[in-house]
């Protein structure tokens, strides 16, 4: 165990002699978890293999699944990748910073480690005042994952990384909680046309509107586990975003949903088991359960998004024994909010029909 060091900072104006001590960790080969605008992620200096190497232990995460490697100025990029696709070029003039992450063919400056032996590397420019000065201060582009422990929810708040890391990393950068709370798509620029490989902050119809069409990997989606060798980005083989109670989660038209989720909550009980429904705003009175929490109105995907991972991580405090969640429409923000849904209920997915 070590004693892990919290810095409160502001998330607009982050004090620059806390970057400084943060930054200076980074450059020991320290691990420091910091704020971005999707969630928390746990950094390291992504040229230093040791150092990566102790994130992937820190998080107990598995070896073949690399970290996002996170730049503070658009010509870091260059000396991380091979070349930059033109179309790759034109999302990073529109999107960075933002929560985009480019799939591109790496340089041989990058450990191994750090791309888990692949031939390519995830790179993205975050939009948070605290993440931007801690790696323009660090000097060095910075690998960070979500700074959770692998499998868990994604940390949207300082408190997340601490119930999971706490003792196992060197600090954390407070700046309360994040603004998007899924995190960023990962769009494979090695490919043509390129693929989502994980739906997130940015939507593929905005991807679509400056690039043109788009494929997505049938992972991204998620709607069932696929066999292992199709899983082209290492994390998608992985469990993920998972609470500690079992989770269902209920799709289809709203009133089936809700008349299914009722029908559901009703058989739990029944064999005396505690029950959650994670609900919308619009539903969220309809359910008799033991634990009913609403993600938000099902018109404000932002603010769904943005509870999702919090809410999943409120339910182990309530200690049910299953959650049943409803499913969201797919458009927009809608995929990424269903892809970790789905993935949280290790598939379990129900369909409801009227
Ligand atoms: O919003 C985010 O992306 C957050 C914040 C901290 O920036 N980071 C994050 O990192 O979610 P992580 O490590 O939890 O997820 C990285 C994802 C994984 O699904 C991983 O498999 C994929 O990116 N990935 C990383 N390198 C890749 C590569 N070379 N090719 C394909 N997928 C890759
Ligand atoms: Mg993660």
Redesign the pocket.
């Known amino acids: 165990m070590k004693k892990t060091l919290v810095f409160k900072v502001s998330p607009k104006n982050p004090d620059v002699k806390i970057i400084r001590e943060a930054a200076d960790i980074i450059r020991k080969g320290g691990l420091v978890a910091f704020p971005?605008e999707?969630?928390?992620?746990l950094g390291a200096d992504a040229l230093n293999a040791e150092a990566v190497l102790a994130l992937f232990k820190a998080k107990r995460r598995p070896l073949d699944?690399?970290?996002?490697v996170?730049v503070g100025r658009f010509e870091d990029v260059y000396k991380l990748v091979r070349e930059i696709p033109a179309k790759a070029d034109i999302l990073m003039k529109t999107f960075w910073p933002g929560?985009l992450?480019l799939?591109f063919k790496?340089s041989s400056i990058v450990p191994n480690v750090t791309?888990?032996g692949?031939d390519?590397?995830?790179v993205?420019m975050?939009k948070h005042n605290v993440a931007l000065a801690l790696i323009r201060e660090s000097g060095c582009p910075i690998a960070?994952?979500?700074?959770n422990l692998a499998g868990r929810p994604?940390p949207t708040a300082a408190e997340h990384v601490l119930e999971d890391l706490d003792g196992r990393i060197d600090a954390v950068l407070d700046a309360g909680p994040t603004r998007i709370g899924v995190?960023?798509t990962?769009l494979?620029m090695t490919v043509h046309p390129p693929q989502i490989?994980?739906p997130?902050?940015t939507p593929l119809e905005a991807l679509e509107g400056i690039v043109g069409k788009v494929e997505l990997h049938p992972v991204a989606v998620a709607e069932k586990r696929l066999p292992v060798e199709r899983a082209?980005?290492?994390?998608?083989k992985h469990r993920h975003y998972a609470p500690k109670a079992k989770l269902i989660v209920v799709e289809g038209e709203l009133s089936a949903v809700v008349k299914k989720i009722t029908e559901l909550v009703k058989r739990y009980r029944e064999q005396n088991m505690k029950v959650g429904v994670l609900a919308t705003d619009e539903t969220a009175n309809l359910y008799g359960a033991d634990v009913v929490k609403s993600l938000g109105s099902r018109s404000h995907l932002d603010v769904v998004a943005r509870n999702l991972f919090r809410l999943l991580r409120e339910f182990d405090v309530e200690g049910v024994n299953i959650i049943i969640a409803e499913g969201v429409p797919t458009q927009g923000l809608g995929l990424a909010i269903m892809n970790r849904l789905r993935k949280a209920s290790g598939y379990r997915i129900v369909k409801a029909r009227i």
């Not at 699944?65 to 996002?68: A, R």
């Not at 960070?144 to 700074?147: H, L, R, V």
């Open positions: 971005t999707t969630v928390y992620g699944n690399p970290p996002i996170h929560p992450t799939v790496r791309v888990a692949l390519t590397i995830a993205r975050p960070a994952p979500s700074a994604s995190e960023s990962v494979d490989l994980r997130g902050g082209r980005s290492p994390g998608m």
